[in-house]
């Protein structure tokens, strides 16, 4: 048997000495290649390991295995034979392992395992002797590769043409070599992980819905994901060494989240900040700022997400907005005007004056011309209030018809100026609108100091626009709105020129042949004149429609009489025909509207009206239809008289009908003669 260049005892001291500097050499060989070689070429540097150290202690084979996680194959991943050996890499591939062999048990529970010859071994390894023999193994040595307290692998020499002898400083000496191929391997590994794991991180990172961003300490943007690029509407490239300032709506608040980052190393979380897009429309986002740290701990800059939050910022602001404002007309709501009380209440802002105001004639236009109409004449009023008042005070809708503005810093003599800028205002809005005006009540009240409590002083300023209008503005207003519809009636009459005179007329008429009193006289002659004001209720679509009204529509058309009839006791001037108005669509057998009255039931002026109405349709274009001769609307009055008009009155106005037209006598004289029968 050979003795592999002896053992340290058997040379001399120059010999160990010059051994151990030639083996130092080694070491620094292997281990500055390790260094030298980038991570993809780790296999190479593990070659020349296996060489150099094969050459150096004389082996014939040197190799490095590595076992699966569960130990049950290894494989053999490097391999260097010295010249005319054979290799077997290939035959240990995933080679299965016995775990019960000795060899493998001292192995795995780190130990090297020394054979200086393999045909020395007991009798009960008979197996291990075969597989040895089947790779020309004469002598072995391995030493586990242990990473974290785990045997991964082992590193070893084979003795193949010879047998071989390694003393136990030599196998010190190999535990060297195992420590430097050890430590490449797990540096290999380590930094493929890293690569493999930064590789998934990426990926991750691209496939997040929220931006992902690196910034430098000089402010430029290292990196990105694509979301981020997405939100931004940049690409990748584009962003990446732009400085964060560019995307930034207000720069000085991003840089001072970063800087208060950078100085308490604190992470910011939810920072929401806006943005600019690349087509410079903004958004906001949400952003969480850390800071990035180098490997000697120092700060290297700064890394984060971000989403886009516009639309959950935009949904709260509309949240808030509703929450503190009216609907209608975009100003202050009564919860918030309570708030402001509260707030100033005993506050520094004193002199503080409250202005009460409401719209009069609200309810009368809602329930004659419709909310719609309704609706405009608040936005109108809101409006006209606001431009009165300065920018500092507080306007808001405390109830349907009510408005209430907070003056602060606004003496007595301040607030009252305020009140009359808003009636000089109002003048003009209604010089300019006398289809639909505007009326105002107004009051208000002042609290020099703040021991007053302004609840008190909004009660005072209420009381006085209450006062104001029970005593000034309530009949004058209604009689205005009033005149103001029957204005509005008068351009939308859909009937030829000259309706309520022909109308009057023959009403008149009629009504002196029955002997009416001089009240219903003139009650009829107004009412012939007014009586279709709720139609300035009805939209044009309905009252304009040349076609067959749907039921809906004429449910609609039915409601004028009732309208008409809240419009007249609104005014004093027809308040005492509104309840002729009220009835005048009532028919004589009862099946009319809205009341269903039948017979004698029906006021007389209504009865009259009926017949002279529906004469002057049939004679005069409408809308729905085309004048007709005489003949045909007296033919169809007598017709219905009876079971629509009134009998006895229908005769009357056919006796009415032949004094005042003559040219009709000898028709009339016929009709009467048919209702005589």
Not at 390 to 416: K, P
Not at 490 to 513: F, N, P, S
Request: aromatic share 8%.
């Amino acid at each position: 048997m050979e003795k592999n260049q002896g053992s340290f005892e058997q040379k001399s001291e120059q010999e160990v000495l010059q051994y151990q500097l030639n083996f130092e050499k080694m070491v620094a060989e292997i281990s500055s290649n390790f260094i030298s070689k980038p991570t993809e070429e780790v296999d190479d540097a593990i070659d020349f390991a296996l060489r150099r150290s094969g050459q150096f202690f004389k082996a014939e084979r040197s190799f490095v295995f590595s076992f699966s996680d569960n130990y049950e194959k290894m494989t053999n991943t490097h391999e260097w034979c010295a010249p005319e050996v054979r290799s077997q890499r290939n035959r240990n591939q995933n080679y299965h392992v016995d775990q019960e062999r000795w060899w493998l048990q001292e192995t795995l529970k780190g130990n090297p395992v020394n054979v200086p010859d393999v045909e020395e071994l007991p009798e009960d390894m008979e197996s291990d002797k075969v597989e040895f023999r089947a790779e020309n193994i004469s002598s072995f040595v391995t030493i586990p590769l242990i990473r974290e307290g785990r045997v991964f692998g082992y590193f070893g020499f084979d003795g193949v043409k010879e047998l071989k002898s390694w003393s136990e400083d030599q196998m010190s000496l190999l535990k060297v070599i195992g420590e430097i191929i050890t430590a490449a391997i797990v540096k290999n590994e380590t930094e493929e992980e890293l690569k493999e794991s930064e590789k998934r991180y990426r990926e991750i990172l691209n496939t997040m819905e929220e931006g992902y961003y690196e910034i430098g300490l000089d402010g430029k943007i290292n990196y990105c994901n694509f979301a981020a690029s997405r939100i931004l509407g940049y690409s990748k490239s584009a962003l990446i060494g732009m400085h964060y300032k560019e995307v930034c709506v207000d720069p000085d608040a991003a840089y001072q989240a970063f800087n208060k980052v950078y100085l308490t190393e604190q992470v910011e979380r939810r920072l929401v900040l806006k943005l600019l897009r690349r087509d410079k429309s903004e958004l906001y986002c949400e952003l969480s700022i850390s800071l990035q740290k180098d490997n000697e701990g120092k700060p290297s800059g700064f890394t984060g997400i971000g989403r886009d939050v516009t639309e959950r910022i935009e949904y709260e602001k509309r949240l808030e907005h509703i929450s503190m404002h009216d609907q209608l007309t975009g100003i202050y709501n009564r919860a918030y005007f309570e708030v402001e009380i509260e707030r100033l209440n005993k506050s520094r802002a004193y002199p503080i004056s409250i202005i009460s105001a409401d719209l009069d004639g609200l309810k009368l236009i809602n329930d004659t011309m419709g909310h719609e109409a309704g609706d405009k004449l608040l936005l109108s009023c809101a409006e006209l209030i606001k431009n009165s008042l300065r920018r500092s005070d507080i306007l808001a809708r405390v109830g349907g018809d009510e408005f209430a503005a907070l003056l602060t810093w606004a003496d007595e003599e301040t607030a009252r100026s305020i009140v009359r800028r808003i009636r000089e205002n109002l003048s003009t809005y209604n010089l300019r609108n006398k289809d639909l005006p505007l009326s105002i009540s107004l009051g208000v009240a002042t609290a020099d100091k703040n021991t007053v409590d302004l609840h008190k002083v909004l009660k005072q300023a209420d009381d006085m626009m209450y006062r104001e209008k029970l005593y000034t503005s309530s009949s004058s207003s209604r009689s205005k709105i009033v005149q103001s519809l029957m204005a509005a009636l008068a351009e939308r009459d859909y009937i030829t020129e000259g309706h309520a005179q022909r109308l009057e007329k023959l009403c008149m008429a009629v009504g002196e042949r029955v002997n009416l009193s001089k009240r219903q006289l003139s009650d009829l002659a107004l009412l012939a004149k007014v009586h279709d004001l709720g139609k300035v209720g009805i939209p044009d679509q309905i009252l304009f429609k040349q076609d067959t009204l749907t039921h809906s529509e004429w449910e609609v058309m039915r409601s004028h009489p009732e309208k008409g009839y809240r419009i007249a006791l609104s005014s004093p001037d027809l308040a005492s025909v509104a309840d002729l108005i009220l009835k005048h669509h009532e028919r004589w057998d009862g099946k009319g509207y809205p009341l269903g009255l039948k017979g004698d039931k029906i006021p007389v002026e209504c009865r009259i009206l009926a017949i002279v109405d529906a004469y002057d349709a049939i004679t005069n274009k409408r809308p729905y239809s085309k004048a007709r001769p005489t003949r045909e609307a007296l033919k169809e009055i007598t017709k219905n008289a009876g079971s629509q008009f009134d009998p006895e009155l229908t005769a009357v106005f056919l006796e009415a009908l032949k004094e005042m037209h003559p040219e009709n006598r000898k028709m009339a004289n016929l009709f009467l003669a048919k209702s005589d029968k």
